[in-house]
Each structure stands twice: as structure tokens, then as C-alpha cells.
């Protein structure tokens, strides 16, 4: 269980640093600090912590890592009473994977639940991937009458380099080719984005979807220039694979951690979206490819395990 959590720390970026309290798992989130203490309900002493020294773990552990830092308190129990102090309320990202590994070493921990107010805040952590999501639908609904995708900014090369409307290598993302077309693609980018938005931040992530669709986009249009097609291309599917791109490179980054990050299903899953784009007529392959190599790329220059959001 402690190892586990140590685990999630280390992919979300948090560095142990040394205090007189003990090792406290410290990053920089928005040039603030941010702390996870942890210990068994157990002193040294044999004693168990009681609710005011808690509390007080806080305010000293900010004597050591920053006056204005915040800091999470985990005490463990082996009996089923784990609980935490989150009194800046700045850890809702760790809350759900944190009580997953309370969960399962102990079935009956019913402690391990994230504090009642915070239940019904979740979309805070995944606000990029729902924004993101509602514009792909509204565009979808709003060009969805139209025979014409071409006029809603549609890619093709000759638009984009001859005609100079660079604009469509990004318009192009957040249009697609009829209901079945949207549906797949949302799906799969809200199963990984969901995964990567707490890792990354919202900025970074955001910055690694629109620049992973940018490099499908360019990627496509220079393919299809050089073959001499003139194809019209649309979807997200670039950006997404971009996503996938950046969740390999996470993986090889934390290749001790794959359990934690369910690394065997994202790779079943990199395989599973490959292999159907090769074996599908009327894919763009270029822009899942490009989408792919940039998301990768990118996020060897966005994902730091020494740095926060």
C-alpha cells in the first residue's frame, strides 16, 4: 500500500525531500508548492496520531518545504481508518487513485473516501477534456446540415499551402465526418485524456493536444501534397493519437510503474488504434502517425517528474 502511493507520486511528478518530520513527496504546481506527507496511524512510540496532531502535521511540514505551500497528510492504517488532511483543498487529483490503492488493500476501508466535499467536484480535475469534448460536439451539431465540410475548415493541402488558409490544420480537429465518426474518437479521447490532464495540468495538456493535432495536420497535408491526392481531411484522430504518443513516452519514463499506470492495457490499446487505422479504408494514417510521433515528442519536452503543472 505505502509503496504504491510512493508509485503514484513518483508518476505525478512529486520528489521526496527530507524533514526532521520525515521524507515529505514534494513538486511545483503554478510555482507553488505542494507536499504529501505520509505515515501510519502508529508513532514510534506505539501511540496512535490523534485528530489535532493531524492537523498540526500541516502547519509544521510548511516550516520545512514553504510558508505558502500546501500539503496533504496521509495517515495509513492497516485496520481500515486511513484518513487525510487536505486543508487548501489543492490534491482532488490524487483523491481517486489514492483511495483506489486504500480500496484494494483493504476492501473494507470505507475511510479511504475523498472528503464529502469534494464528491461532487470531480470535473474540476478534467476541465480541459470536457471543454475540449463539448466544442468537438458543438461543431459536429453545427455543421452537421452541411454537405459542404469544406466551407466549416475542412484540410486539404491546397487550401492550406496554395490558398494560404493555415487555419484548417487546426480547424480540421474539431470537425468530423458524421455521428460514428465523432463517437469513436470521443470515446477514446475521453478514456486516455481523463488519464493524462491530472498528470500533465490542464496548460501542458492542452498544449500537447493542440500541438499533437497540429503535427497530424501537417504531417497529412504534406503527405497528400507530395502523392498528388486531393484529400479533404477531418477528426480528431490526430490529436488523439498524439495523447497515445505521450502515454507511451510515460510509460517508458516510469518503466517500474506500469502497474500503476495500467501500462499492459495502454499498450493493448496503442496496438488495438494502429492496427485500425491500417486496416480501415479512408483513414488518414499521415495525421494519425504525425499525431503520434509529435504527442510523443511533445510530451519529452512538456512531462517532468521534477515539475508540476
Known amino acids: ?43 514510534p512510540d506505539g501511540s496512535l496520531y490523534t485528530t489535532e496532531e493531524t492537523g498540526s502535521l500541516n502547519e509544521e511540514l510548511k516550516q520545512y518545504i514553504g510558508p505558502k505551500a500546501s500539503v496533504l497528510v496521509l495517515i495509513l492504517s492497516e485496520q481500515g481508518r486511513s484518513t487525510w488532511t487536505d486543508p487548501d483543498r489543492a490534491f482532488e487529483e490524487l483523491y481517486d487513485p489514492v483511495c483506489m490503492i486504500l480500496s484494494a488493500s483493504d476492501s473494507k476501508d470505507r475511510s479511504s473516501a475523498p472528503p464529502e466535499e469534494f464528491r461532487f467536484r470531480k470535473l474540476k480535475d478534467y476541465q480541459a477534456t470536457a471543454v475540449i469534448l463539448t466544442i468537438n460536439i458543438f461543431m459536429y451539431l453545427w455543421s452537421a446540415a452541411s454537405t459542404e465540410i469544406l466551407n466549416w475548415g ?3 493541402w ?15 480537429n474539431f470537425l468530423h465526418n458524421g455521428f460514428d465518426h465523432l463517437f469513436n474518437n470521443m470515446i477514446v479521447f475521453v478514456l486516455i485524456g481523463s488519464r493524462l490532464e491530472p498528470i500533465f495540468g490542464r496548460a501542458r495538456y492542452v498544449a500537447l493536444y493542440m500541438g499533437a493535432g497540429l503535427c497530424g495536420s501537417i504531417v497529412s497535408a504534406v503527405y497528400y501534397m507530395n502523392m498528388g491526392e486531393m484529400v479533404a481531411s477531418v477528426g480528431a484522430s490526430g ?3 498524439g495523447l497515445i504518443g505521450a502515454m507511451l513516452w510515460i510509460l517508458i519514463k516510469n518503466r517500474g ?44 519536452l512538456l512531462y517532468r517528474q521534477d515539475r508540476g503543472k
Not at 490499446?269 to 503520434?292: E, K, P, Q, R
Request: hydrophobic content about 40%.
Open 154 to 156: 475542412a484540410l486539404t
Open 158 to 172: 491546397m487550401h492550406a499551402f496554395k490558398q494560404g488558409e493555415l487555419y484548417r490544420l487546426v480547424t480540421s
Open 239 to 241: 490529436a488523439i493519437f
Open 257 to 300: 510503474y506500469q502497474k500503476e499506470f495500467y501500462g499492459g492495457g495502454v499498450a493493448l490499446m496503442i496496438a488495438g488504434s494502429l492496427y485500425h487505422g491500417f486496416s480501415t479504408m479512408g483513414v488518414d494514417n499521415a495525421a494519425h502517425i504525425g499525431g503520434c510521433i509529435g504527442g510523443f515528442l511533445l510530451a519529452i
Open 1 to 43: 500500500m505505502y509503496q504504491r502511493i510512493l508509485n503514484l507520486l513518483n508518476i505525478r511528478g512529486y520528489q521526496k525531500e527530507m524533514t526532521p518530520l520525515g521524507p515529505c513527496y514534494v513538486k511545483e504546481d503554478w510555482g507553488r508548492k505542494k507536499g504529501v506527507f505520509i505515515a501510519y496511524e502508529h508513532k
